[in-house]
């Protein structure tokens, strides 16, 4: 299925009116730990359109590799869908006690299954879904942060961690908008339309190249697919 623009610009202010009602402000960290789907790229703005710092990481960390990264930028939240969340609630019981609320996407309803809040209470951290989140921002709208600046951290990209422990870059929203200049000029001086391009989304949205590239693409007016996990689909 298809989402139109007006639906994505819609769900990205409700959730992250959502995180602001959470108790989230400006400049603090949260993590986004899934596989690429629409949700991925919505959390990504939501964060970005409330000046909050997204860290992207990848879906092949070690419970050791994540909780490090919840310590070294000193993560509040984490967004991430039902494979992943074992690992998550794993590296908050290992010693990274300031992530407290874990976002899970991946469900219709408003209810998670029992033992995901079970399992969520026992490492004293607070589960919810990403639909409450949705609901929770459509019912209290907040504004767009209205004192970005370009100095201000737009995310924190961490390595893959293949050549040992993985290291971290802040990319500022200047850095983020510059790229955007630049890419964005590559389909001018081709004479192609960014509106009418269609880009199939299959490197991981933690790396910085798909990133900027799905973020241009929305910007600009054009379509992304997402695998749907089956190729014959």
Not at 57 to 71: I, K, M, Q, V
Not at 74 to 81: I, K, Y
Not at 153 to 178: D, L, R
């Amino acid at each position: 299925r298809w989402s139109t623009a007006a639906e994505v610009e819609s769900d990205v202010a409700a959730f992250g009116s959502g995180l602001i009602k959470l108790g989230l402000t400006p400049r603090c960290t949260a993590g986004i730990l899934m596989k690429n789907r629409p949700e991925w790229l919505i959390t990504s703005f939501a964060m970005a359109r409330q000046c909050i710092v997204s860290v992207p990481l990848f879906a092949g960390y070690t419970t050791r590799a994540l909780s490090t990264a919840f310590e070294k930028t000193r993560m509040l939240l984490m967004v991430t869908s039902p494979e992943f969340l074992d690992d998550v609630l794993s590296a908050i019981a290992d010693g990274s006690r300031m992530l407290s609320v874990v976002i899970v996407v991946g469900y219709n309803g408003l209810q998670l299954p029992s033992e995901f809040e079970f399992k969520a209470s026992s490492v004293g951290s607070k589960v919810l879904t990403y639909a409450e989140v949705i609901q929770l921002g459509r019912s209290d709208p907040v504004d767009p942060n209205p004192d970005t600046t370009e100095s201000d951290p737009f995310t924190i990209m961490f390595t893959s961690g293949t050549t040992g422990e993985q290291k971290a870059v802040i990319a500022t929203h200047g850095n983020a908008i510059h790229s955007f200049r630049n890419q964005g000029s590559s389909y001018i001086w081709g004479k192609r339309k960014l509106s009418d391009q269609l880009h199939f989304n299959y490197l991981p949205l933690s790396h910085i190249l798909e990133l900027l590239t799905a973020y241009l693409l929305v910007i600009g007016g054009g379509q992304i697919g997402f695998s749907s996990g089956t190729m014959a689909r």
